[in-house]
């Protein structure tokens, strides 16, 4: 197999690899890419990150290069700074035994080999030297690249039970790389998914998201389900799943047309597709918010996707309201979002016209490049209108400033005498 080393060299942490890599041969000491990357380079993919995986021990790989820091001495990682990138460099260990289905108690610095008998995966154990452009590869990972196999290193079910992460990294691969998930890995898999429920819900939001952002999400649901694991997670939404498998298609042809989309709220719009497949549950705030829990979404992440979903199955509603609220309502991300979810889901067909039409009233109106300051202000309303009232009248003088596209504060007085409040 061939390594294409134009995605390495693409990666704006390449010149720094080679001199890691350099640094550490002339001291005598063995280094390699190591992990992701190597699988990346041999499926011709954009590396997230270049890993380094050398003979020399931690507090070596601190001496050889002024600026460090230091992720997890105890396994051995030193982050390497250079001037616009960073490095991983990882000496090569072997691992003690696990007792907590998370992490190693005890580790030990020892050969390529051992390092590559710790990983996960088949393919994600193998090493890269881009001088001599040889790959090391000690478990057959390049048969599985072939193949296209997520395969454990070594026994499954051994690897499974070790750490609990790696029931979740596998689906998680699989939805990546559109990759099948090798049989006896897979009926370990399943034997073992409930597990799962011991890893940090942290981790598996993580995961679940890099699951939801994969290019072959609906791999990654069905594998999900099948396995187990999304059952011992989410028994509400694998409920659902079971009953409608389509409401989990991926929208997005391909993840890269989310971040087209170039929103700041890109994150969380992600997260509020996955939880529409709830339908009008999410009407129910417990029931939405508990489920949110379960993922430890950020408030920020919470509030944005219970509006969203709050717009999503109130259409009804909204379909009634005066033009000009839904005009101010349409400069939320949160309604935008909404709206482009109803557009994708084949049961919001009938609400497609007004919601277009209304699209593009806010284009011609500009709104979406400027939305105008209030031409009415508190001290514009007279004493009489009680205090309860002041902020609807308000709200509702804009509403009407932007549906009759008013640019003069004397045209919304006239309608603030004509009221019956001026
Ligand atoms: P990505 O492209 O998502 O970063 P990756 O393969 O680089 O994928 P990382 O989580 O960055 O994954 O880990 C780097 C490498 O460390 C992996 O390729 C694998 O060899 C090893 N690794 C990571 N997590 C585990 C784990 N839980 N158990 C065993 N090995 C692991
Ligand atoms: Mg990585």
Not at 20 to 42: K, M, W
Not at 220 to 242: R, T
Not at 263 to 277: E, G, L, T, V
């Amino acid at each position: 197999m061939e390594v294409k080393d134009e995605v390495l060299k693409n990666h704006p942490g390449w010149s720094l690899a080679l001199e890691i890599i350099t640094v550490l041969r002339s001291h005598g000491f063995e280094a390699v890419l190591a992990g992701g990357c190597v699988r990346d380079a041999l499926l011709a993919r954009a590396p997230k990150d270049l890993d380094i995986a050398t003979s020399a021990e931690p507090s070596k790989v601190e001496e050889f290069f002024p600026k460090t820091v230091t992720v997890g001495k105890a396994f051995g990682v030193v982050r390497v700074l250079g001037d616009n990138s960073e490095i991983e460099v990882a000496s090569f260990r072997f691992d003690g035994k696990y007792c907590d289905g998370r992490r190693p108690q005890t580790i030990q610095f020892s050969t390529a080999v051992e390092d590559a008998l710790r990983r996960d995966f088949t393919i994600n154990a193998m090493f890269y030297d881009p001088v001599s452009k040889k790959i090391f590869d000690y478990v057959k990972g390049q048969e599985d690249i072939d193949l296209r196999l997520i395969r454990c290193v070594g026994r499954p079910t051994l690897r499974f039970q070790e750490d609990h992460l790696r029931l979740l990294r596998a689906v998680r691969f699989a939805a990546e790389l559109g990759f099948e998930i090798e049989m006896d890995t897979w009926e370990a898999l399943k034997e073992l998914a409930a597990l799962v429920q011991s890893v940090s819900r942290e981790r598996i939001r993580d995961e679940m998201f890099k699951i939801l952002k994969a290019e072959n999400y609906g791999i990654g649901f069905s594998k999900l389900h099948e396995s187990g694991l999304f059952m011992a997670l989410d028994p509400e939404l694998d409920k659902i799943y079971k009953k409608t498998p389509s409401l989990f298609r991926n929208p997005f042809a391909k993840a890269s047309e989310v971040s087209r989309d170039g929103s700041i709220h890109q994150d969380n719009q992600i997260w509020a597709r996955f939880f529409a497949a709830f339908g009008e549950r999410c009407l129910n705030r417990d029931f939405l918010e508990g489920q949110m829990k379960l993922y430890k979404l950020s408030r920020e992440a919470q509030r944005f996707i219970q509006k969203c979903l709050y717009y999503l199955n109130s259409l009804e509603t909204i379909a009634a309201w005066n033009l000009g609220k839904k005009l101010v309502t349409f400069a939320e991300a949160e309604f935008q979002w909404a709206v482009t979810l109803a557009t994708i889901d084949p049961a919001k067909a009938s609400h497609g016209t007004w919601l277009s039409e209304l699209k593009l009233a806010y284009q011609r109106r500009g709104l979406d490049q400027v939305f105008p300051p209030r031409l009415l202000r508190g001290e514009d309303l007279p004493s009489s209108i009680p205090l309860t009232e002041r902020k609807n009248v308000l709200d509702l003088a804009f509403q009407q400033q932007i549906e009759n596209s008013w640019t003069h504060r004397e045209e919304a007085l006239a309608w603030l005498v004509k009221r019956g409040g001026g």
